[in-house]
């Protein structure tokens, strides 16, 4: 089972970036996908959330408006489109796979999940 985060890199404020979780050795048909991210010293913060096995999507409200979560069946992959970056969302960004469990009301936030990639940096300028 893995998880492999893309799509980091630099922009500028204002500006968008997707990023992409592409899974192997499992589907996420039966899985939450939530993407994290964590800046150097502080927390990890849960940002969005997706399972389709119930059809809900969670935004913190740190990024609601601003990034939408949708999936590809076919490749296996999820995505985080983010877009009026602001220099606060500069953060390595993770994404996680937690197996039966639903976005609703972003509560996954508050448990452990099962699966994690290796993250992938954001990093916006001013």
């Known amino acids: 089972v893995q998880l492999v985060e893309s799509g980091g890199g630099l922009v500028q404020a204002g500006g968008s970036l997707r990023l992409s979780c592409a899974a192997s050795?499992?589907?996420?048909?039966?899985?939450?996908i939530g993407w994290y991210r964590q800046v150097p010293g502080k927390e990890r913060e849960g940002v969005s959330c997706?399972?389709?096995?119930?059809?809900?999507?969670y935004h913190s409200d740190s990024v609601k408006g601003r990034f939408t979560m949708s999936t590809d069946s076919a490749k296996n992959t999820v995505y985080l489109q983010m877009n009026n970056l602001k220099p606060d969302d500069t953060a390595v960004y993770y994404c996680?796979?937690?197996?039966?469990?639903?976005?609703?009301?972003?509560?996954?936030?508050?448990?452990?999940?099962?699966?994690w990639g290796k993250g992938t940096l954001v990093t916006v300028s001013s």
């Open positions: 996680a796979a937690d197996w039966g469990s639903s976005c609703r009301g972003g509560l996954i936030f508050n448990y452990g999940m099962d699966y």
């Open positions: 050795g499992f589907t996420f048909d039966e899985y939450a």
């Open positions: 997706i399972s389709r096995r119930d059809g809900h999507t």
